[in-house]
């Protein structure tokens, strides 16, 4: 299966091609929106390795938790570029799926997790065993806190996502037992999206039945709500 993955759930943008290995993939920070380098990336993936969208059999995409505005930029482009070639189907991915992805030579559990804004988290428990992710939890917004409390000090624990880091030093720092993620692998890999597909061809759905799971209300909806109460 020929998959190209676009992932604009975040800070990065990130595209990659596989085929049951990786042929390619690209990661970047800019200060450009995902709207301008996401297209110009896929064109870049598709002439280097030699490929042409009727050969892609899937394009994955990152579908949330995530930038409100990132994670629309991104399937806004996989609709788009499925309209202009039908063949393809699309997947879509949870945001926390494809991180736990990142971390796939780990061996123990995994905490997906992203800052949705002070103190509040977008999370998600994976069991890694020979290289197989297995969902522990569903994706939720919730409290730092109370996301953590399922936790303890002693647990072999892996921490992924943009705020890895920073938990880890304020909620761990003295535990040997709870790791962070590579300094490569802690954020999102478009190429972690191809390997969740192959592994469950499942995610794979039609351009039309891709939707953003933001797991709490956009800024319009919380302003309409406020507007109407």
Known sequence: MKIL???TSGKIASVAVSDGKLLWEKII???????QVILPMVTQALAETGL??????????ADGPGSYTGLRIGIGAVKGICMGAPNIKAAGVSTLLALAYNCRAFEGRIAAVMRARPKIIYGAVFECAGG?????????????????SQFDPCDHLMLV???AEEIKQSR???????????????LQRASSLCEAVEDDHGLICSADDLAVSYLQAT???????HRDS
């Open 5 to 7: 993955a676009i992932d």
């Open 29 to 35: 920070f800019t200060k450009l929106t995902h709207s």
């Open 52 to 61: 042409d969208y009727s050969e892609l059999d899937c394009i994955a995409v």
């Open 132 to 148: 197989e992710i297995i969902r522990v939890t569903e994706d939720k917004v919730c409290a730092e806190d109370e996301f953590f």
């Open 161 to 163: 996502g943009d705020c």
């Open 172 to 186: 761990f720092a003295d535990s040997k037992n709870v790791r962070c993620a590579p300094k490569n692998c802690v």
């Open 219 to 225: 800024k319009a909806e919380k302003d309409k709500a």
